[in-house]
């Protein structure tokens, strides 16, 4: 299969008229899309050094009330926050002296809501300002090694910048680009470092370890000046394709095996650098697990500006050993979890492992490659049997790495293989297989409201805001919790327990009128008690897409293990859902009605929606309280499998009060879908033009009912009438006969247009239920019959006995009758 990065790097080759027609398109679409919640689109400069401040200008959209910066990863303080107009700030921040050099990913908290998620980098290197014009390769700017140049490329430009070291320096030069890009503003940038021939030494375009961005290395073959060339890919570029660009004699490390250890303890690994030198290093690791750890494998005290990410958990490491291709001489792995590392140092390189498995056991064997190490590895991996039967495989299942279960046909010993896709290989194709046995465990994720856009919450003071929670349970059952039990300060959660047989849960928070405005990233949790001494947690995964490529594939995107919830200003209205008194029955309809609480001078139109449905009801999301009104209806409709339960139901409301749209969800009401209350039976009715017609239904009522029971047709064809369409039922009604009036000229053809509509109304409200569609033949008359010749009788025939009646003749047989009169 091909690779993300392949993918990602077709949809970025775009010629630079295109490159820029989608730009002007996507600036446009954006802005339509998000007005409604603050945006930053550029941040300038990207970054700073470690251990200062600076100040950052931040452009975009909604952002002049902003309150706070809000950072994902420690070390991180915004000190200061100056309005420059509503949508543009300038930001003191300041970054701490052991903060990471990294990408820090932050949003935006303002007054009235949460912005999407940016980057701002960290280097250990002081910051050198791009100074134009530099796109003479005879004039570059000079820049001392060690150092972040903060640049732009513009439409077809091309960024020249030298640097003058002595023979056998090692020359390193990583950007970061595409990173710091907007959404569909695609930034694909290209770096190389020249000699003064302008022969190229070192390039880089799509590094794997950095995704689209770049990385390369060489040493110098001289004493001299060398050039650094930084340009789009395919020389496009706008006025937003900022980058910074880290220079130095830094060893970037592009593998590292093994690439993960036991938490709170060292591991030595070798570390493998982007000219394929390898060396030893000792690693400490947290003594928490964690998905992706980041580690600055740094040498001979060189710092690096980003660092490399591995696993950390609680299994035991092995390490390939070359060579490795007769699998019946390795040794057998019997202990789980385990975790297999190492890496395919030449093309078609195959590594094994053997391990030993009971029959019917379960393992989850899973490859950790592209997504977290990095790796330029399209992994697939196969489960042998030692006399080389496939008994299992995978390529690219659940993501751009591989994963399977594995159930042990019979006791024995097994191989693992594993392999590049395209069979290709090198020193930086490392990988690490982590096998272990099936055990509980609990996915949480946060569902979209927008599409392609992470789920944020903001709570308006004295308001509430809804969200829905998915869970995916693993050999797991039983009822879950919902927890967030570090939310910010009057702030309160609505209980949030999910049934067995479900898998999501709507999550109303709820704000005092006296909670301060402030965001915080909250612990999103959802356990099951297994027994009473044993509970499984589940910890959220949210990804948020950073830049999105043609046909919205996912090209860069973040992954938090926080939810950004913030408390916001009050809004000048709020909803009141009516609590139905009657259920909404299989294939029938109820309004919900809801009424809104404005405040005075407010006469903004309200939208509502269902923040979920249930299963089986469906709910229009056009529906609107008029900005003179108060009240309206969601009318909601069940089809006949309906999920019969009582389900708790918010609606979410929105307005703009003039500066962009806000929000709010009502409390929960309960929803009861009930089975239906009628069963019925149509038979087809045959009528001609201008004749009338009887309709047949036979009705049942499926339970005892109170109120008054009636059952109406409509959806009668044009050109007839029902003499009266609604008729009374009661227990023992088992047919309903409507009179139907058909004028000479109704449309003739096969009706399907009348559906049957049972109602049950007493004081509580209105149950109703509608089921069709009831056929009806409208058939034009048959022609009279041609007359024939009469024959005068020789003598009178006797009297004859009176004709008995005869039977009406079926259409068939009246089309026989006139074909036989016609000869």
């Known amino acids: 299969m091909p690779s993300n990065t392949r993918t990602a790097k077709s949809l970025l080759q775009t010629r630079t008229f295109t490159q820029t027609l989608l730009f002007l398109i996507c600036c446009v679409s954006a802005n339509l899309a998000f007005a409604a919640k603050p945006q930053v689109r550029l941040v300038s400069p990207p970054g700073l050094q470690r251990g200062t401040s600076a100040e950052i200008e931040l452009t975009g959209t909604r952002i002049g009330d902003a309150k706070q910066l809000l950072f994902y990863t420690p070390g991180m303080e915004a000190t200061s926050i100056t309005k420059?107009?509503?949508?543009?700030?300038?930001?003191?921040?300041?970054?701490?002296?052991?903060?990471?050099?990294?990408?820090?990913?932050?949003?935006?908290?303002?007054?009235?809501?949460?912005?999407?998620?940016?980057?701002?980098?960290?280097?250990?290197?002081?910051?050198?300002?791009?100074?134009?014009?530099?796109?003479?390769?005879?004039?570059?700017?000079?820049?001392?090694?060690?150092?972040?140049?903060?640049?732009?490329?513009?439409?077809?430009?091309?960024?020249?910048?030298?640097?003058?070291?002595?023979?056998?320096?090692?020359?390193?030069?990583?950007?970061?680009?595409?990173?710091?890009?907007?959404?569909?503003?695609?930034f694909d940038p290209f770096v190389a470092i020249l000699d003064s021939n302008r022969f190229e030494l070192a390039r880089s375009d799509d590094a794997p370890l950095l995704q689209q961005d770049c990385v390369c290395s060489v040493e110098a073959p001289e004493d001299g000046r060398y050039w650094i060339e930084v340009r789009?890919?395919?020389?496009?570029?706008?006025?937003?394709?900022?980058?910074?660009?880290?220079?130095?004699?830094?060893?970037?490390?592009?593998?590292?095996?093994?690439?993960?250890?036991?938490?709170?303890?060292?591991?030595?690994?070798?570390?493998?650098?982007?000219?394929?030198?390898?060396?030893?290093?000792?690693?400490?690791?947290?003594?928490?697990?964690?998905?992706?750890h980041g580690v600055w494998a740094a040498r001979d005290g060189h710092e690096l500006p980003s660092p490399n990410l591995i696993r950390v958990n609680d299994m035991e490491n092995v390490v390939e050993t070359e060579p490795n291709l007769d699998y019946k001489t390795l040794p057998v792995h019997d202990k789980f979890p385990v975790a297999f590392n190492g890496s395919l140092q030449v093309p078609g390189d195959r590594d094994y492992f053997v391990f030993s498995a009971k029959k019917d056991q379960l393992l989850d064997i899973r490859v950790y490659g592209r997504s977290i190490l990095r790796s330029p590895i399209d992994a697939v991996i196969n489960v042998l049997k030692m006399d080389g039967k496939n008994v299992v495989g995978a390529d690219d299942t659940g993501g751009p790495d591989s994963t399977v279960a594995f159930k042990a046909p019979e006791d024995g010993n097994y191989v693992l293989s594993i392999r590049d896709h395209l069979e290709n290989g090198g020193p930086h194709y490392a990988y690490r297989v982590e096998v272990t046995p099936q055990s509980p465990s609990i996915e949480v994720t946060v569902a979209e409201q927008e599409r392609y856009v992470s789920q944020t919450v903001e709570v308006p003071r004295g308001g509430r805001m809804a969200f829905e929670v998915n869970l995916a349970r693993k050999a797991i059952s039983g009822d879950a919790r919902v927890a967030i039990p570090d939310l910010p300060e009057g702030m309160t959660q609505s209980e949030a327990a999910v049934p067995a047989d479900l898998n999501s849960v709507s999550v109303i928070l709820s704000a005092k009128d006296d909670a301060a405005n402030t965001g915080k990233l909250v612990d999103l949790t959802a356990s099951v008690a297994v027994n009473p001494e044993t509970t499984v947690v589940g910890h959220l995964s949210q990804r948020t897409q950073i830049i999105r490529g043609q046909n919205n594939v996912d090209v860069w995107g973040h992954v938090a293990d926080r939810l950004a919830v913030a408390v916001v200003d009050p809004i000048p209205f709020d909803i009141v859902v009516e609590q139905p008194k009657v259920p909404i029955v299989r294939n029938g309809t109820l309004p919900l009605k809801v009424r809104a609480i404005r405040k005075d001078g407010f006469n903004k139109p309200i939208q509502l929606r269902l923040l979920t449905k249930p299963p089986g009801i469906a709910a229009s999301g056009s529906i609107s309280i008029a900005a003179d009104k108060t009240e309206a209806e969601i009318p909601l409709t069940a089809n006949g499998g309906a999920a019969m339960k009582t389900w708790p139901i918010t609606v979410i409301a929105s307005s703009d009060p003039g500066f962009g749209t806000v929000q709010i969800a009502s409390e929960f009401i309960m929803l009861e879908v009930a089975d239906k209350l009628f069963d019925f039976k149509f038979n087809k009715t045959m009528v001609e033009q201008g004749k009338p017609a009887k309709i047949a239904v036979e009705v049942a009522l499926k339970r005892p009912t109170e109120g008054t029971v009636e059952v109406e047709l409509l959806g009668i064809p044009p050109g007839t009438a029902i003499t009266a369409p609604k008729q009374t039922v009661t227990g023992e009604t088992a047919q309903l006969v409507y009179q139907m009036d058909v004028a000479a000229d109704a449309k003739p053809g096969n009706h399907k247009t009348i559906v049957c509509r049972g109602t049950v109304t007493n004081e509580k409200g209105v149950i109703s239920q509608t089921n069709g569609s009831i056929e009806v033949q409208i058939d034009v008359p048959l022609p009279a019959p041609t007359a024939k010749p009469v024959t005068v009788a020789a003598a009178a025939a006797p009297a004859q006995a009176a004709p008995a009646v005869e039977k009406p003749m079926t259409r068939i047989e009246q089309l026989r009758k006139l074909r036989e009169e016609n000869k």
């Open 84 to 186: 420059v107009d509503d949508n543009k700030i300038k930001v003191m921040v300041t970054s701490a002296a052991d903060a990471g050099c990294e990408l820090h990913a932050f949003r935006v908290i303002t007054a009235t809501g949460i912005s999407n998620l940016r980057y701002l980098g960290v280097s250990p290197f002081p910051a050198v300002t791009e100074a134009e014009p530099n796109n003479d390769f005879k004039v570059p700017q000079v820049i001392p090694m060690a150092s972040t140049v903060n640049g732009v490329v513009q439409s077809e430009d091309v960024d020249y910048f030298a640097v003058d070291v002595s023979k056998g320096t090692l020359i390193t030069v990583e950007l970061e680009g595409l990173r710091h890009a907007y959404l569909t503003n695609f």
């Open 232 to 292: 789009e890919s395919s020389f496009g570029g706008t006025n937003e394709s900022l980058y910074r660009l880290h220079v130095g004699s830094f060893a970037r490390p592009l593998a590292i095996i093994p690439s993960g250890g036991q938490p709170g303890k060292p591991i030595q690994t070798t570390v493998i650098d982007t000219l394929g030198k390898a060396w030893q290093q000792t690693l400490t690791l947290p003594a928490a697990n964690a998905t992706r």
